[in-house]
């Protein structure tokens, strides 16, 4: 795995995963801009959300979204279509012929992480690190008994950043492959023994945690800031 950061950022090889990060308490005026890329279900959800902030922070997710799918199809971020797959996974409809472009995306607190590619299943997790964390949280968290046990271990200082690695490994790893969470917790699957995968720690800023996870093989990872 490597990085190709000097490119268009928007042209995909096939060989190439491209990740964005995004903050999403961004101005109002902002926001305006991106509701209005919002279908009547997102808008209705957002409309469900009991927290002005939470919506907000929705909203950009999803306008960011709609706005990173538009710079890699050509269409107009309020006309993109997203539909899922048996799993509940989203994936895009109506893509122009011969572009199969996959894509994931995670969201957490303030931040949200997406990751494109063609033709190969990506699964990205990012987490937000929590100022009341505590020992509850990794007890709590149906990881396998000997890694809570072995987090549980691991010096106070590097404590929860420990934890989040994990977490986001399985989260990630489930996102790519559908077989879902409860494979990767207590079913005590190892993502490391996850055959025909792998997997990329996203940098970490702000205490942010997260993993991309793709198919095992030669991949150029780039990751970038969207709207900085
Ligand atoms: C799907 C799931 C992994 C999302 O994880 P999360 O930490 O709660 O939330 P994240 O912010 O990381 O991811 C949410 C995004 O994942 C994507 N997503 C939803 N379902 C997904 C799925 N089945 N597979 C991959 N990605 C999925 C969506 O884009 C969603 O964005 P949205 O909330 O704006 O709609 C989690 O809800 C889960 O485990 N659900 C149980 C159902 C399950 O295990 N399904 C099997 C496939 S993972």
């Not at 308490?25 to 279900?41: G, M, Q």
């Amino acid at each position: 795995m490597s990085n190709r950061e000097d490119d268009d950022p928007f042209a995909l090889a096939p060989d190439d995963i491209h990740v964005w990060l995004s903050w999403l308490d961004v101005p109002r005026e902002r926001i305006k801009d991106l509701t209005a890329y919002l279908s009547p279900d997102e808008l209705d959800r957002a409309d469900r959300l009991r927290f002005e902030a939470d919506r907000r922070r929705f909203v950009a997710a999803r306008g960011i979204l709609r706005e990173l799918c538009c710079n890699h199809t050509g269409t107009p971020p309020e006309q993109i279509r997203f539909t899922a797959d048996d799993h509940g996974k989203p994936r895009l409809a109506d893509l122009p012929p011969g572009l199969d472009l996959c894509f994931n995306v995670s969201h957490s607190g303030a931040a949200a992480a997406y990751a494109f590619a063609l033709g190969a299943e990506v699964g990205i997790d990012i987490e937000a690190p929590r100022p009341d964390f505590d020992d509850a949280q990794i007890e709590a968290s149906l990881l396998p008994p000997d890694l809570i046990a072995r987090l549980l271990d691991a010096p106070k200082s590097i404590r929860q950043e420990a934890f989040l690695e994990e977490w986001t490994a399985r989260e990630a790893l489930a996102k790519a492959t559908g077989l879902g969470m409860a494979h990767y917790l207590a079913g005590g699957v190892d993502p490391a023994d996850e055959v025909g995968w792998q997997s990329w720690d996203l940098p970490k800023v702000r205490g942010y945690v997260g993993t991309l996870v793709m198919p095992a093989g030669k991949w150029y990872v780039s990751c970038r800031q969207w709207g900085a």
